[in-house]
């Protein structure tokens, strides 16, 4: 899927918002953690276990987050880096927060222990690409959105 | 529909996160502000004109992101307030961001407008809200998460 | 919302692929159908009952779908009909299915209650549409997509 | 990411619906082709080509489809067969409908080229874990959901 990517990104007409190497593993980490937090969450709930609530809850948010940031991540028109940027930035501390849950569940249940190196790869990526797009974002001159964002 | 999400939040064994008047009005905010960008979007796409190209990128990560918001919002059981609350900033910020890119074209197109319109009352609804999930967090003494979220 | 839903197709370039009234209340539906689920579903985690396992499966399931549907419905633009049709048959199925799991804890859980009826409330909508819909593609003449359809 | 979702299904405390192998593989295929599509929606709208609209309305479509399909495949607790195959049926069909449109456009806009081809991969998945499917539900006896679902 990595290769998938990758090519569309480089057959889009317009270039990359970030370097296509973080950009192409961020989505793949984000459509990756997105699919084993849904599972995980599948998982937890068989389980009967009802220490899990706190594990169940946060691996819905994480999949339903990591999934809207991958397709803002896939879009390359006219990025509003600011938002970006905040997708990034909230992606990463879902993604801490479930591999946190999910690590203290590890030793007992197996997909916890999958779900939470999941989640920490997607931490890893969204931060890595977050380093390389505040730096895009500064050689490309004074954030146009920041003037009407307001907040 | 209004109705609805109150009675979901009044029958769950679990506290709201917050009071039940704002966080009812911020779903239901998200929830019309989704519909109104899908659809926007697609009015846009099918207008022909390259000028959109700002508005239909932007209305398809309001109408993703909003979406994502309605679902973290929706539930009650053992909440990351820290994530609600870069939800909440978040979801403000592309409605704004979203409001402005429409509202540049509401005078040639009437999508425009009425997702215009949609997309302030959401962004109000969140920052409504945020300031009321603030207030809750401070209510509950230190947020545990803060321990281990490392951003 | 339903006069959002509304205004949004009548200032759409293209005219509805189905009358506003049966259109507007089955995107309405879906809508509010996928947030009751969602919510639904979080409530049955927490109230560590074994029994509603099959109950959140479903409701999970319905919200995704739910929310599917009502984007491939908010879209006017060259709908493939043979696609929305199939659509709408799988939300009623999968409203129909909530419907049945809710109601069985219905007495014991408020929360399955007020979710069992928004899922008929889609389901019917969603009837309603298909009967619509497939007239006024039988007035189109024959669907160009089955030529490549294949299935 | 394959194995990711292998040790997922594999960790689960309920056996998979399906055999391991073909459900990997069409969970893989439905959230690379989600991908592509956003994508290339996303790249269509870039090109500002008139003729790509209808390309860009089914690859909406098929995104939000494929998403959708990948969350249901995911989940093993108690899943309805009847439900899932239908979501397998309508995943294939979306996709072929979204490659048919996308190969019109495949010489001219190598996106459209990459999105056909993993919008093919996805229809061969669903359509070979469809198979599958409807010999594990036979060997399982007759689907209880029948006797509800009234469609």
Redesign the interface.
Known sequence: ?QR??E???R????PAFAPADPLTAC??AC??CA??C??????C????D?AL??C???A??C???C??A???L???????L??VS??L??C???C??CA?ECRRHATT???C???A??CRRCTDACRGLLATTVTTYRSRGPYE?AE????
């Open positions: 899927m998938t990517v090519r569309m990104l057959t889009h007409p317009e989505i793949y459509v990756e699919q084993a849904t599972a995980c969450a599948d998982a709930i068989a389980e009967h009802a609530g706190p169940i809850r946060i819905l948010d999949a339903d987050l999934q809207a991958s397709r803002v896939s879009r390359q028109l006219a990025p509003d600011g938002v905040m997708v930035q909230l990463a501390t879902v801490d927060a946190y249940y197996a997909h222990d999958v779900c190196a999941a959105a009407h964002a307001g907040v």
